[in-house]
């Protein structure tokens, strides 16, 4: 199968993907190398290993909660051929594939001014009504994390819901409890996450942060734009990478998110659960994205011992 990397409306590169097992083959021609999604090309060149492992990080991961009786509802037999069923389509960022020689447009198919189904969302909390004619119009479709959650549209705002795991459900109530205390600490900005309940479990909503002009850049991403040199600690590598690309306040970000992490006993952070936001049309870094994520904190898992 033959698709064209667009970012937006514009073109980026040709690339082979298999019909079989759903994985880039190869990467053709290229046409707007600045376009590339950070930390998968050298000069250049694209590093195809790299983007194959950028492009299936758009699948739900295997470790999803109930993800496989979530595909096998929904009649996807291959996770990653989840993917390509409404173009790779995001709310996160602005990449999408287009097949080649169609007249696609991305302001035609987009979820930030477009309608989507949420009926994979739905299948995925394991929801089966109307299970005979499920629609794959979803930002659903390319959603990471291991937590069940699902995009939806309230107030003409589209927001996320996510729950949390066995035995306590705990992690959308430490989300709320993270947002107030970093209400009160008015020093960065934050997900301001609500609670909801269904059938008396707690689930966690947020307004999503990114608009059809902007995108979330994984830190992952931004660490991998840079060979790491053996005698500097990651922290330092990262750092280099950002001040390098030019994003802002990289120590006062990291210092208040380790500091914040600090206080609720956040055990779960890692590259790929905070990030910066840039321009995804003059590719120009705004800055960190608001903190996000502090679910898997307040011993969310564990049973006191008395």
């Not at 991998?224 to 390098?244: A, D, G, M, Q």
């Not at 590719?283 to 898992?301: H, K, V």
Request: proline share 5%.
């Amino acid at each position: 199968m033959k698709y064209i990397l667009m970012h937006k409306e514009i073109s980026v590169c040709e690339i082979n993907i298999s019909d079989a097992s759903f994985s880039v083959e190869s990467i053709g021609k290229l046409y707007n190398p600045g376009h590339i999604p950070p930390g998968l090309s050298h000069n250049d060149k694209i590093d195809t290993i790299k983007f194959n492992r950028w492009y299936k990080s758009r699948s739900i991961p295997a470790s999803r909660q109930a993800a496989e009786e979530a595909l096998d509802l929904i009649g996807i037999a291959h996770r990653d051929e989840l993917i390509l069923k409404h173009y790779g389509l995001s709310l996160s960022d602005q990449y999408w594939f287009k097949p080649k020689g169609s007249d696609l447009r991305w302001k035609d198919v987009n979820f930030f001014y477009n309608d989507f189904s949420e009926d994979v969302g739905n299948a995925l909390f394991g929801n089966t009504s109307g299970s005979d004619n499920i629609s794959l119009v979803s930002p659903d479709n390319t959603s990471d994390g291991w937590l069940k959650k699902k995009w939806t549209v309230t107030g003409g705002k589209r927001c996320l819901i996510k729950s949390g795991s066995a035995p306590f459900f705990q992690e959308p109530l430490n989300e709320k409890i993270a947002s107030v205390i970093q209400r009160k600490l008015n020093y960065m900005p934050f997900v301001d996450y609500d609670l909801i309940f269904d059938n008396n479990y707690p689930l966690s909503v947020c307004e999503n942060f990114i608009t059809p002009e902007t995108e979330l850049i994984s830190a992952y991403s931004i660490y991998e734009t840079l060979p790491k040199e053996k005698n500097i600690s990651s922290y330092e590598h990262f750092v280099k990478c950002c001040e390098i690309q030019g994003i802002p306040a990289v120590k006062k970000f990291l210092d208040y998110m380790f500091a914040v992490d600090y206080i609720i006993a956040n055990s779960d952070r890692h590259l790929r659960n905070f990030g910066a936001i840039r321009n995804a049309e003059t590719l120009e870094w705004i800055g960190f994205a608001p903190l996000f994520d502090c679910g898997t904190s307040l011993w969310f898992n564990q049973i006191a011992k008395i």
